[in-house]
């Protein structure tokens, strides 16, 4: 057996090692409701915010907490607590995925993804209902 | 109907180039494949003349459609989805062309003008290779052509056509609006949508165009090997094609560190890699053509490495390949921030990966027993020995961040599952690529201290002697002095950091003695060094700084107390009141002032004072606000940096108070009972409950004390919710009202009496304009992040050293009449 050949083989298994352990610490996309069997574990919660609720942010006071309700596809809701300063454009977020922990009913979010109509323009329904609200 | 003040010529124009474009790329692909195939000299030639004819035609439609496209864009032609999707009359016209790239249609047409600009190139240069080469090339334009035309195909949708009209679009069918022949008069129609904030950045203009002619390039190696595997000439086309390799792997390293350079200026993203499926997608493809570079070099030194050379290629255009599947499909929605939403396009954009793959493999391991290859081993102390395995270093560096940035999207799309990237995404990748990185650096570093074929034990050894204990001093003294405290992920994850901080030093000096030892200085000859000392810049930039990134806005919890929890880490934000000099880590930081300038009023400055508390160094950073464009109340910022030789220091706003007019500020007296509503002008607030003397509270209180608070939520207009605990304190037979303020709404909210007979309580309320001005503000100071530009520059320009060099050897390779002459003669 060639030398190269004993180094590719040392090679893929490490690389093969590497990615079990990955495939390992994966983790998973939740609602409000399996967010809430798997308290304290770590998740990432897809939801949009809830405008019906109040969003709390005083900068003035503390520039890093804020909290609102997120309501996910099936309609359930969960008090969200970000410390962090609200997002530009936080109101208008299509769509979230939240990720965090729910601990003692509240979801504490560590960071999130928004996605934004002014963002992600290609997407249709956004464009159609720029254009339908103003006639 | 008949539309009133509709353009409708232009559209109709750029529909009929794009259907010419693909028409021209196809009758060229089918005329150069004929020229390749043909048998006779006048079959090659009259074929040929067709091919070039048609490509040429091809490359003026191509230039045509982009020129179309901005006109309408230029002119504001917003009946035109794309000028209405993605401009607006308020733009800075030097963000035109930021808004051609924001579509998925315009980066489609990046592309295909570079592969033109590549072709066009080829056809005069790439002599007898000319027909194979721009037959796949050729080809690559039919399928990029496909992807702007816009065409049914039975129910099936072939592209996006760029000059749909607004109306036309699928999902604006039976819009009221459209019933109105004057509807281009309606306010909504006579702006557009304008360009996302973010992409309004200088960078934005200039770094999609280097990177598309970065992914544009992979295909120039690509069609070579497969010209080579189709020809049956296997090996007489690595000198040729190494001169586009370099070319390729400098200009997609540059484009992709421009792209850093942006997501670094912007700070949106927090700082300059992420580990963004996106950003994954474009250096991977890198990784593979640098891999494949290494191989081609080996190859033409000593014969050894050309099978692996050809699938370094084959994968590294299929890389690109499924990068633009990645980011184009919709599949990384949840995962990137960068990523197109979903479209229907996935059925062409698969199609477009197995079209090039499927054949290309099939052709390479149809024919790798004929390919060339040497059975005798390598010496181990042989150069080409330790560039392969530093080539599949890379090969598999790219394979495992393919794998951690495609498993899961595409994993949950088979298999119908909802997994998602690790807690730490970022780790999960730098605890695997930090070892790469030490491999990396120290083959860099020794490999050009071995010799092709064999190295006498002895001349290695003395030679590499010197540049690797001056390595080890070096790099014990960043290590020892340079504050490395990267404590996040444990002592073994640190130990990782120096020994790679270790092995870019290596690469560094062991390159940088090389040009002078071993080049004897000759600059134009040392592309490889210099662009090994360039990388291994880039690796140690790119440790410290990212290592020793600090927090400078650290805030410890001492001004919340009205927090509902304190937390254990340090949080990002701090609030400046305006005027007061506040603690800001390592300096002093006052907000003096703010001022509104742009064409709108719609930028805000905000100027904040800096003072370094050791060496009193003063300077004074404007980062701002951006009102987003029309019909959105929202805004963006835009930080501001003060750039130094050995740090930056970055500043982004947050947050701020509201600018009010009504300063009118009389306090207002409301007589309420609990659970009674209060109105002001930004909305409306409930007291909800009054306690004497509650636990928990932060005023101090004595035994003889009484405390007596309201609890009242404040709801504003903008669904925005606060709380105020105004409160009566008697201490003894003295009292005083405890005032509190919401000073996001200018409210100040005061509890100044009790009736015990009716349950009533007295509230008073003020609002007062701009009560107290504060931003609230994140900084961050990166420290040598200019090590990084500095080594993107040198790796550039060694590429481009490497690439003249290269040139002019092929070049002199070619058998020209002068030099048959000479060999006559002798």
């Given at each position: 057996?060639?030398?190269?050949?004993?180094?590719?083989?040392?090679?893929?298994?490490?690389?093969?090692?590497?990615?079990?352990?990955?495939?390992?610490?994966?983790?998973?996309?939740?609602?409000?409701?399996?967010?809430?069997?798997?308290?304290?574990?770590?998740?990432?919660?897809?939801?949009?915010?809830?405008?019906?609720?109040?969003?709390?942010?005083?900068?003035?006071?503390?520039?890093?907490?804020?909290?609102?309700?997120?309501?996910?596809?099936?309609?359930?809701?969960?008090?969200?607590?970000?410390?962090?300063?609200?997002?530009?454009?936080?109101?208008?977020?299509?769509?979230?995925?939240?990720?965090?922990?729910?601990?003692?009913?509240?979801?504490?979010?560590?960071?999130?993804?928004?996605?934004?109509?002014?963002?992600?323009?290609?997407?249709?329904?956004?464009?159609?209902?720029?254009?339908?609200?103003?006639? | 109907?008949?539309?009133?003040?509709?353009?409708?010529?232009?559209?109709?124009?750029?529909?009929?180039?794009?259907?010419?474009?693909?028409?021209?790329?196809?009758?060229?692909?089918?005329?150069?494949?004929?020229?390749?195939?043909?048998?006779?000299i006048?079959?090659?030639a009259?074929?040929?003349?067709?091919?070039?004819?048609?490509?040429?035609?091809?490359?003026?439609?191509?230039?045509?459609?982009?020129?179309?496209?901005?006109?309408?864009?230029?002119?504001?032609?917003?009946?035109?989805?794309?000028?209405?999707?993605?401009?607006?009359?308020?733009?800075?016209?030097?963000?035109?062309?930021?808004?051609?790239?924001?579509?998925?249609?315009?980066?489609?047409?990046?592309?295909?003008?570079?592969?033109?600009?590549?072709?066009?190139?080829?056809?005069f240069r790439a002599g007898k290779w000319e027909?194979?080469?721009?037959?796949?090339?050729?080809?690559?334009?039919?399928?990029?052509?496909?992807?702007?035309?816009?065409?049914?195909?039975?129910?099936?949708?072939?592209?996006?056509?760029?000059?749909?009209?607004?109306?036309?679009?699928?999902?604006?069918?039976?819009?009221?609006?459209?019933?109105?022949?004057?509807?281009?008069?309606?306010?909504?129609?006579?702006?557009?949508?304008?360009?996302?904030?973010?992409?309004?950045?200088?960078?934005?203009?200039?770094?999609?165009?280097?990177?598309?002619?970065?992914?544009?390039?992979?295909?120039?190696?690509?069609?070579?090997?497969?010209?080579?595997?189709?020809?049956?000439?296997?090996?007489?086309?690595?000198k040729a094609?190494?001169?586009?390799?370099?070319?390729?792997?400098?200009?997609?390293?540059?484009?992709?560190?421009?792209?850093?350079?942006?997501?670094?200026?912007?700070?949106?993203?927090?700082?300059?890699?992420?580990?963004?499926?996106?950003?994954?997608?474009?250096?991977?493809?890198?990784?593979?053509?640098?891999?494949?570079?290494?191989?081609?070099?080996?190859?033409?030194?000593?014969?050894?490495?050309?099978?692996?050379?050809?699938?370094?290629?084959?994968?590294?255009?299929?890389?690109?390949?499924?990068?633009?599947?990645?980011?184009?499909?919709?599949?990384?929605?949840?995962?990137?921030?960068?990523?197109?939403?979903?479209?229907?396009?996935?059925?062409?954009?698969?199609?477009?990966?197995?079209?090039?793959?499927?054949?290309?493999?099939?052709?390479?391991?149809?024919?790798?027993?004929?390919?060339?290859?040497?059975?005798?081993?390598?010496?181990?102390?042989?150069?080409?020995?330790?560039?392969?395995?530093?080539?599949?270093?890379?090969?598999?560096?790219?394979?495992?961040?393919?794998?951690?940035?495609?498993?899961?999207?595409?994993?949950?799309?088979?298999?119908?599952?909802?997994?998602?990237?690790?807690?730490?995404?970022?780790?999960?990748?730098?605890?695997?690529?930090?070892?790469?990185?030490?491999?990396?650096?120290?083959?860099?570093?020794?490999?050009?201290?071995?010799?092709?074929?064999?190295?006498?034990?002895?001349?290695?050894?003395?030679?590499?002697?010197?540049?690797?204990?001056?390595?080890?001093?070096?790099?014990?003294?960043?290590?020892?002095?340079?504050?490395?405290?990267?404590?996040?992920?444990?002592?073994?994850?640190?130990?990782?950091?120096?020994?790679?901080?270790?092995?870019?030093?290596?690469?560094?000096?062991?390159?940088?003695?090389?040009?002078?030892?071993?080049?004897?200085?000759?600059?134009?000859?040392?592309?490889?060094?210099?662009?090994?000392?360039?990388?291994?810049?880039?690796?140690?930039?790119?440790?410290?700084?990212?290592?020793?990134?600090?927090?400078?806005?650290?805030?410890?919890?001492?001004?919340?107390?009205?927090?509902?929890?304190?937390?254990?880490?340090?949080?990002?934000?701090?609030?400046?009141?305006?005027?007061?000099?506040?603690?800001?880590?390592?300096?002093?930081?006052?907000?003096?002032?703010?001022?509104?300038?742009?064409?709108?009023?719609?930028?805000?400055?905000?100027?904040?004072?800096?003072?370094?508390?050791?060496?009193?160094?003063?300077?004074?950073?404007?980062?701002?606000?951006?009102?987003?464009?029309?019909?959105?109340?929202?805004?963006?910022?835009?930080?501001?940096?003060?750039?130094?030789?050995?740090?930056?220091?970055?500043?982004?706003?947050?947050?701020?108070?509201?600018?009010?007019?009504?300063?009118?500020?009389?306090?207002?007296?409301?007589?309420?009972?609990?659970?009674?509503?209060?109105?002001?002008?930004?909305?409306?607030?409930?007291?909800?409950?009054?306690?004497?003397?509650?636990?928990?509270?932060?005023?101090?209180?004595?035994?003889?004390?009484?405390?007596?608070?309201?609890?009242?939520?404040?709801?504003?207009?903008?669904?925005?919710?606060?709380?105020?605990?105004?409160?009566?304190?008697?201490?003894?037979?003295?009292?005083?009202?405890?005032?509190?303020?919401?000073?996001?709404?200018?409210?100040?909210?005061?509890?100044?009496?009790?009736?015990?007979?009716?349950?009533?309580?007295?509230?008073?309320?003020?609002?007062?304009?701009?009560?107290?001005?504060?931003?609230?503000?994140?900084?961050?100071?990166?420290?040598?992040?200019?090590?990084?530009?500095?080594?993107?520059?040198?790796?550039?320009?060694?590429?481009?050293?490497?690439?003249?060099?290269?040139?002019m050897l092929a070049r002199s390779l070619k058998p020209s009449r002068h030099t048959a002459v000479v060999e006559n003669q002798s």
């Amino acid at each position: 057996m060639k030398k190269t050949h004993i180094v590719i083989l040392i090679f893929i298994a490490a690389a093969i090692a590497v990615l079990v352990s990955f495939t390992g610490n994966l983790t998973t996309y939740e609602t409000v409701a399996s967010a809430r069997q798997k308290e304290g574990k770590f998740v990432r919660l897809i939801a949009k915010v809830d405008k019906t609720r109040p969003i709390e942010y005083d900068p003035a006071k503390d520039p890093n907490y804020m909290s609102f309700t997120a309501i996910d596809t099936l309609g359930n809701t969960t008090k969200v607590i970000f410390r962090n300063s609200k997002p530009p454009d936080f109101e208008k977020s299509e769509r979230l995925v939240l990720n965090g922990k729910m601990q003692n009913g509240l979801f504490e979010c560590k960071d999130m993804l928004m996605k934004c109509p002014s963002k992600y323009k290609d997407d249709p329904n956004v464009m159609k209902k720029n254009l339908t609200i103003t006639d | 109907m008949n539309y009133i003040g509709e353009h409708i010529f232009p559209g109709q124009l750029g529909h009929f180039l794009t259907i010419l474009a693909f028409v021209a790329s196809l009758i060229a692909s089918i005329a150069y494949f004929k020229t390749t195939n043909a048998k006779t000299i006048d079959e090659t030639a009259s074929w040929k003349r067709l091919a070039r004819v048609a490509f040429m035609i091809e490359c003026f439609a191509v230039f045509a459609v982009f020129i179309t496209i901005f006109y309408i864009i230029s002119t504001h032609k917003f009946e035109y989805s794309y000028a209405w999707n993605h401009s607006s009359l308020a733009l800075n016209p030097g963000y035109l062309f930021a808004c051609i790239w924001e579509a998925q249609e315009g980066s489609f047409l990046l592309w295909t003008i570079w592969h033109c600009v590549l072709g066009l190139i080829l056809m005069f240069r790439a002599g007898k290779w000319e027909a194979p080469v721009m037959t796949v090339i050729s080809f690559a334009q039919v399928c990029l052509a496909t992807m702007i035309l816009g065409l049914y195909v039975g129910h099936a949708k072939l592209g996006i056509n760029p000059f749909m009209l607004v109306r036309q679009l699928e999902v604006m069918q039976n819009a009221p609006i459209f019933s109105r022949p004057d509807y281009l008069s309606i306010p909504m129609m006579r702006d557009g949508q304008g360009l996302n904030q973010l992409l309004q950045n200088y960078w934005m203009v200039i770094h999609p165009p280097v990177l598309f002619l970065g992914f544009a390039s992979t295909i120039v190696p690509f069609a070579y090997a497969i010209a080579g595997l189709w020809k049956k000439e296997y090996t007489g086309w690595t000198k040729a094609a190494l001169p586009w390799t370099l070319f390729s792997a400098g200009i997609l390293g540059l484009g992709i560190m421009m792209g850093a350079a942006w997501a670094y200026e912007s700070l949106t993203f927090g700082g300059f890699w992420a580990w963004d499926p996106v950003e994954n997608a474009s250096l991977v493809p890198w990784l593979v053509m640098v891999a494949g570079l290494h191989t081609l070099v080996v190859y033409n030194a000593t014969g050894h490495s050309l099978r692996a050379t050809y699938l370094f290629f084959i994968i590294s255009f299929f890389l690109v390949l499924f990068s633009t599947f990645l980011t184009r499909s919709g599949i990384l929605g949840d995962s990137s921030v960068h990523a197109f939403v979903e479209n229907d396009m996935n059925f062409q954009l698969i199609s477009l990966m197995a079209v090039f793959l499927v054949p290309s493999l099939i052709l390479f391991f149809s024919r790798y027993k004929a390919i060339p290859h040497i059975v005798k081993e390598e010496s181990s102390y042989s150069r080409e020995f330790w560039m392969f395995i530093g080539a599949l270093v890379l090969f598999l560096a790219a394979l495992v961040i393919s794998w951690q940035t495609s498993f899961t999207p595409i994993y949950n799309k088979l298999a119908g599952k909802s997994t998602a990237a690790p807690e730490d995404p970022e780790f999960a990748y730098n605890k695997i690529q930090v070892f790469v990185a030490v491999v990396l650096g120290i083959l860099t570093a020794i490999g050009q201290y071995l010799r092709y074929k064999d190295t006498p034990r002895a001349v290695f050894v003395k030679k590499v002697g010197i540049p690797t204990v001056v390595a080890l001093v070096l790099s014990l003294l960043i290590s020892l002095l340079g504050d490395i405290h990267y404590h996040k992920h444990g002592p073994g994850f640190l130990a990782a950091v120096h020994l790679a901080i270790f092995a870019s030093v290596y690469a560094i000096v062991a390159n940088a003695v090389y040009i002078w030892t071993g080049m004897n200085g000759k600059i134009k000859n040392a592309g490889g060094s210099v662009a090994h000392l360039g990388f291994g810049l880039m690796l140690l930039g790119i440790l410290i700084s990212s290592a020793n990134k600090d927090l400078l806005s650290k805030n410890n919890g001492i001004l919340l107390p009205f927090a509902p929890e304190s937390k254990q880490d340090p949080t990002e934000n701090l609030t400046l009141i305006k005027g007061m000099r506040t603690d800001m880590g390592k300096y002093w930081a006052t907000y003096q002032n703010k001022d509104s300038t742009g064409q709108h009023g719609n930028i805000t400055y905000f100027k904040i004072d800096f003072e370094n508390k050791k060496s009193g160094d003063k300077f004074t950073l404007y980062p701002n606000f951006i009102k987003a464009t029309k019909g959105q109340e929202g805004v963006s910022g835009n930080p501001d940096s003060r750039h130094y030789w050995d740090k930056d220091v970055f500043v982004s706003v947050s947050a701020t108070s509201f600018d009010n007019v009504n300063d009118t500020a009389q306090f207002r007296k409301y007589n309420v009972k609990l659970k009674d509503t209060v109105f002001y002008s930004g909305g409306y607030m409930i007291l909800n409950n009054v306690s004497i003397n509650p636990a928990g509270t932060k005023h101090h209180i004595n035994p003889s004390d009484t405390l007596i608070v309201a609890d009242i939520a404040v709801f504003s207009a903008d669904s925005m919710h606060y709380r105020a605990t105004p409160a009566i304190f008697w201490k003894g037979t003295d009292s005083r009202f405890i005032f509190d303020t919401v000073f996001a709404q200018n409210l100040s909210v005061g509890f100044t009496s009790v009736n015990k007979d009716t349950h009533a309580f007295e509230l008073q309320v003020k609002e007062s304009a701009a009560m107290v001005p504060y931003v609230a503000l994140k900084a961050y100071e990166f420290p040598h992040i200019n090590l990084l530009w500095l080594g993107t520059v040198i790796m550039v320009t060694g590429f481009g050293i490497g690439l003249r060099r290269r040139y002019m050897l092929a070049r002199s390779l070619k058998p020209s009449r002068h030099t048959a002459v000479v060999e006559n003669q002798s």
